[in-house]
């Protein structure tokens, strides 16, 4: 198995700009569960999906951001406009069929806003 | 608020001097405590899930364990491979995990 994909591993971008993240996750698994990972705020949960639909999006910063899952195998998390405190790894996670499970992450995509 | 605080921030041993890292954790309804090591310039990767107050779980030169308040994560005759940072999150009553901070550990030929 590849594990959790992610595209793309980096991307640097201009204050304001749209910024999509993608995400594709171990076939079979039913949950998935994006985070931004910071020095200042470390590993935060934004949001997860269960079985395509939002669960629970509380981590979610503002408007500004947006998390789709169209299908079982992808998911994108959107920036629009972009800021430069956007600027931080952002991971995605896999997890198996039971809730106590643990969640395989990806290598992540580092994101800088300029 | 649930919350997961880890001690120490960093860590410097010698190969082969044994430690112990802290994971105190305060989280409503635990429905689990997961062990993660993350490398530079990737994602964390899972070690560890321990379940009840007691309860521990090895591999190799680690070993977890789980109180009602705390985790420890023993590093025995540690080698220079297992320099990371290394994670500890508690699920909440609904299974989402909330991460401490880190424990960065060097370990030093």
């Known amino acids: 198995d590849a594990g959790v994909i992610q595209s793309p591993r980096h991307e640097v971008t201009e204050m304001g700009q749209e910024v999509t993240l993608r995400c594709k996750p171990i076939s079979g698994h039913n949950s998935l569960f994006w985070y931004r990972q910071t020095m200042m705020r470390g590993l935060e949960l934004l949001i997860y999906f269960n079985n395509n639909v939002p669960i629970d999006d509380s981590g979610m910063p503002e408007d500004r951001f947006s998390a789709k899952m169209p299908n079982a195998s992808f998911s994108t998390l959107k920036i629009q406009p972009s800021e430069p405190r956007d600027s931080a790894v952002y991971f995605c996670?896999?997890?198996?069929?039971?809730?106590?499970?643990?969640?395989?992450f990806g290598p992540g995509t580092r994101l800088t806003v300029l | 608020e649930d919350q997961v605080t880890q001690s120490p921030e960093a860590l410097r041993l010698q190969e082969g001097e044994s430690s112990s890292l802290n994971c105190s954790y305060t989280v409503s309804g635990l429905r689990g405590l997961f062990w993660y090591r993350q490398d530079p310039g990737k994602g964390p990767e899972f070690l560890f899930t321990?379940?009840?107050a007691g309860e521990e779980k090895e591999k190799e030169r680690l070993k977890a364990t789980l109180t009602k308040k705390e985790s420890f994560l023993h590093i025995t005759a540690p080698k220079p491979e297992d320099s990371a940072t290394y994670l500890c999150?508690?699920?909440?009553?609904?299974?989402?995990?909330?991460f401490g901070s880190g424990t960065r550990l060097l370990v030093r030929p």
């Open positions: 999150a508690g699920a909440d009553s609904s299974y989402k995990l909330i």
């Open positions: 996670a896999s997890r198996g069929q039971a809730p106590w499970d643990e969640q395989f």
């Open positions: 321990l379940y009840s």
